[in-house]
């Protein structure tokens, strides 16, 4: 052990806070807005404690991973967590977005939410933010599957939090394509568990190695890997399976759709990325011939999440849509099969992470100022009303469209460069630009709208909190950052990635 | 030649950009009375049908037959769907190791420690109690935080929206206010329930048993006396906030006691927690303890579910 | 193939069963069958892990003295414990899932008196036309005014 005891410790710290946080919410007395205030000090606290932990294992040459054992017993026997680089950046950049995401929404929040909800709200949100922590950290398949169901019904349940039936139904619909997805993926677990003996993932990797080498059990390997990679990809709003997400985001309040789309989604797709590279190992998942479907499935994502944006009217469900082609983005990098590409889906999800909640958090901004209507065309010049809220709106459609400087060009320029050495190089490109060209078709009419003045409105003027200023400037500032100077960032994933495997 | 050609398209490119010539035996249905309810609404052809463009007749149709087309598109994929994954999973099933073999991969180390030293390291008669309790207890924890969360979300759907909005409709169910035989039942029965529910928790670590189905012996225990006396007997001693109190605390005394042994043992600290001897009792270290708080929990949140789904309240 | 599954029945009438799950799952209109599918389903998973626990002629996983009084701790005489410890983290998760999704539908049913999802999207669609219309006759009556 060459880390000190303390960053040796904060894996199991952060989740236990959280825990800990989500337990006694309850029994606080609901006054002052207590409850939300907790919530946001316990994550700006993983926020600290993530932050010195990427510190700690940078300073040690970026390679350094430890395992921390929940109890007595070490890997094969008990349960596990397991931190390095890649672990330690997206916890923290799971944290910063969840912190950023409840403060910049939490006048839309107060509007939308009855006060004794929020008590329960704030529950949900820390139990989802423990379990994204977990699914994080965890080393082991099956808490990786019991995280995930505390991850769906605190999400589900987060949509159903807006008193609606819109946002009831969506969230039911919801539950039934997830519940789709834990099946499938629960006797994935069932089978690999058969094959290997094994629920740790790098024991099940040692067995999974031989198996291959020695060519035996190829077939339920195969059929295995492919109900998890369904299973999650429903779970994370894969093109064809991504019906539920519009109707989600759509419906439900703008601190759900933006907790949903930046945080729930990656949970899932970076657990994907665990069975991919730490469970089978790159070389398994190309045998298995796994990469080609998942890369053609990212490609088909990426053009009809955009072609589906564009015919909406509702912006919220346009960003939703939105979310579709992203998801795509990322499955793209998965699919590429190659280190380089496993750490540019990894960007691009932390770009998306603080891309998604800013564009959410915008348009609450937005029309709150248009007076409450989520229609294009009301939205007409509201940026000479809420300009915070107008900035973050073009910061996100540039980064969207991949302009440079911006976030999103970073995440695009990796995801080329890293498939530079691919034979699907051409195909790989040629979405990237198509996709990039369909996003600037629907985010441009947004930006160019917002700008427009209104001549027949009345002027309005309107009060913008402190903390919506705040939030909306960290959002954007990070965008910036990130379109800058990720060149650190990148390096730091990539080698992350290479001893996850 | 050129003519009728010229005719066709002409009379094809009006009908695809509407103003296209009426048919002449078309017949115009009148238009269904509006207060049909909605499954019987027949959607009825627009008189000025012929002059629409493709798009728009695209659209209306789409608006008639769309969702009627998804769903028997939908159900066909899943029909499919459903065929190649059973059959998968059967050629699958046909090449997994045989069934009741000893030599099976699953039959490992993992399993051999838990059997040969699970006695020792847990103090736990019952190696499934040790196993869940304290080799793997970080998925126990898990799953109660789950049970926890289900727990909060049914609460804010069924309990803290509906009191703000009184609209729900009448329950058809009613309770008998005096039924002299259940109560006498319930009067004989419900000690044995308890009593029963408290050796399925006390001897978790000993018997098959423990918190959780020991838990569930208990809220049927509950649910029994709040049918028998009225769920009004019932809240004297169990209101919604004592509810929401006891299944906090005792999560969250759980939650502390494995936090506890999770940070010993990973910075190998000492734990102050003695194994005993395997068989009694009083042995097998935090195992008891957590399996009464895992019971009270789960009674708590079972009899949650009942008062909820039934009474709108707790 | 067929002898491979009659060796392995347990574990194909498993996965038989866990599509008759799923298949509900999918193509049940109403919502309560639909969760009943999702709960044959998850149950169908537990008699497959049953199955792949079970080793023929061993004892169940509670330790046995012999008869000098000793617990006999070896591993060739019980069963694997593994399966049995999944199987009931298994059931507490199908236990949630089901309550949360009931009470969905309870609150689905309440507002549009049905519990078919499809057909509460049409009621829906319907009610918000009929709110359009009832909103731009309103308007028209402004202008005439």
């Keep these: 052990m060459s880390v000190n005891i303390f960053a040796y410790n904060i894996p199991f710290i952060s989740i236990f806070l959280m825990m800990l946080a989500a337990i006694i919410t309850p029994i606080l007395p609901n006054r002052k807005r207590i409850p939300e205030k907790l919530s946001c000090a316990v994550v700006f606290v993983n926020v600290i404690l993530s932050a010195y932990l990427i510190y700690v294992l940078t300073n040690s040459g970026g390679s350094l991973t430890f395992n921390f054992a929940m109890g007595n017993f070490p890997a094969p026997w008990g349960n596990e967590l397991r931190a390095g680089p890649l672990e330690a950046i997206l916890s923290f950049a799971f944290c910063v977005s969840m912190l950023l995401s409840l403060m910049g929404n939490s006048d839309s929040t107060a509007e939308d939410i009855p006060e004794k909800r929020r008590v329960i709200f704030c529950v949900l949100v820390n139990l989802l933010t423990a379990s994204l922590l977990a699914l994080t950290y965890t080393n082991d398949i099956f808490t990786a599957y019991v995280f995930i169901e505390i991850n769906t019904i605190a999400a589900c349940a987060i949509v159903a939090v807006k008193e609606s039936p819109e946002s009831i139904r969506a ?105 991919f590279v730490r469970v089978f190992g790159l070389e398994a998942i190309h045998d298995l011939r796994m990469d080609n479907i998942i890369f053609a499935l990212g490609i088909i994502a990426m053009i009809m999440g955009s072609v589906n944006a564009l015919s909406q009217v509702n912006v919220k469900r346009m960003i939703a849509w939105s979310s579709v082609a992203q998801v795509g983005y990322i499955f793209l990098g998965i699919g590429l099969n190659t280190n380089a590409g496993i750490a540019a ?85 040629a979405a990237l630009v198509t996709s990039s060209v369909l996003n600037a078709l629907y985010y441009v009419p947004a930006v160019i709208v917002v700008l427009t003045h209104d001549k027949t409105k009345p002027k309005v003027h309107m009060n913008v909190s402190m903390i919506y200023k705040i939030s909306m400037g960290i959002f954007i500032a990070l965008t910036i950052y990130l379109g800058l100077f990720c060149v650190t960032l990148l390096r730091l994933l990539t080698r992350g990635v290479i001893v996850l495997g | 030649m050129n003519e009728d050609l010229r005719i066709i398209w002409r009379n094809f490119f009006n009908w695809v950009m509407g103003n296209g010539a009426r048919p002449e035996n078309e017949e115009i249905i009148p238009e269904a009375p509006p207060d049909l309810p909605f499954t019987q609404k027949q959607e009825s052809r627009n008189s000025r049908f012929h002059e629409l463009t493709l798009r728009e007749r695209y659209s209306h149709w789409l608006e008639i037959h769309g969702l009627h087309l998804f769903s028997n598109v939908y159900s066909g994929m899943s029909v499919l769907i459903c065929v190649v994954i059973v059959l998968l999973l059967l050629v699958t099933v046909a090449e997994l190791p045989k069934f009741g073999s000893e030599n099976n991969p699953a039959n490992n180390e993992v399993m051999e420690r838990y059997i040969n030293s699970g006695g020792e390291e847990t103090g736990a008669k019952n190696i499934v109690s040790g196993m869940i309790l304290d080799y793997r207890a970080f998925d126990t924890f898990g799953e109660s935080a789950l049970l926890f969360t289900a727990a909060v979300s049914v609460l804010m759907l069924l309990a803290v929206s509906r009191r703000d909005s009184k609209n729900s409709p009448e329950r058809l169910h009613k309770f008998s206010q005096d039924d002299s035989i259940l109560r006498g039942v319930a009067l004989l029965s419900i000690p044995v329930i308890v009593l029963l529910g408290c050796v399925v928790i006390l001897n978790g670590h000993l018997k098959p048993g423990g918190g959780f189905s020991g838990g569930a ?97 707790i | 193939m067929f002898a491979k599954l009659v060796v392995n029945h347990y574990e194909a009438a498993a996965v038989i069963i866990f599509g008759i799950g799923l298949s509900n799952l999918l193509l049940q209109r109403n919502l309560i069958k639909k969760i009943i599918g999702l709960n044959i389903m998850n149950t169908s998973v537990y008699l497959f892990l049953a199955a792949k626990g079970y080793i023929s002629g061993r004892a169940a ?53 049905t519990l078919n999802i499809d057909e509460a999207l049409l009621k829906m669609t319907r009610e918000q036309e009929a709110l359009e219309e009832n909103l731009l006759q309103e308007s028209d009556e402004d202008v005439l005014l």
């Design chain 3, 61 to 113: 996983p509670l330790l046995i003295q012999d008869a000098a009084g000793n617990w006999i701790n070896d591993a060739s005489v019980y069963v694997n414990p593994v399966p049995s410890g999944l199987v009931l983290t298994g059931i507490v998760v199908s236990l949630s899932v089901t309550a949360f999704a009931l009470a969905l539908t309870l609150r689905l049913y309440e507002s549009y008196a």
């Design chain 1, 171 to 275: 969230a039911l619909r919801y539950m039934i394509m997830s519940s789709v997805g834990s099946g499938l993926l629960l006797i994935a677990i069932c089978l690999l568990y058969d094959l290997t003996g094994h629920l740790s993932m790098q024991n099940m990797n040692l067995v999974i190695k031989n198996l291959i080498a020695n060519r035996e059990y190829i077939m339920p390997l195969t059929v295995a890997l492919a109900l998890a990679t369904i299973g999650l990809a429903i779970k994370s709003a894969l093109y064809p399976f991504a019906s539920w997400l519009p109707d989600a985001h759509g419906n439900s309040t703008n601190v759900s759709s933006a907790i949903l789309s930046g945080l729930v989604l990656k949970g899932h797709i970076f657990l994907l990325i665990k069975i």
């Design chain 2, 217 to 313: 012996i208990l809220s049927a225990a509950l649910i029994f006396a709040a049918n028998a006396y009225g769920f009004g007997s019932v809240h004297k001693f169990f209101s919604e906030r004592k509810f929401v109190i006891m299944i906090s605390s005792a999560l969250m005394i759980y939650a502390l006691l494995n936090a506890w042994s999770f940070f010993t043992g990973a910075n190998d600290f000492e734990a102050y927690i003695s194994k005993g001897a395997i068989g009694n009792i009083f042995s097998a270290g935090l195992i008891l303890p957590l399996n009464i708080c895992l019971s009270l929990i789960v009674a708590g949140i079972l009899y949650g579910f009942y008062a909820l789904f039934s009474e709108e309240e």
């Design chain 1, 345 to 429: 889906a990894c960007l691009h999800i932390i770009v998306h992470a603080t891309v998604k909640p800013m564009l959410y958090a915008a348009v609450s901004g937005l029309s709150s100022a248009a007076g409450h209507s989520k229609s294009l065309h009301a939205l007409m010049g509201t940026f000479y009303v809420n300009r915070w809220a107008g900035l973050g709106l073009i910061a996100g459609a540039f980064s969207m469209m991949g302009i440079p400087a911006f976030a999103g060009f970073a995440s695009k320029l990796s995801l080329m460069l890293a498939s530079f050495d691919s034979p699907v190089m051409i195909f790989s490109l």
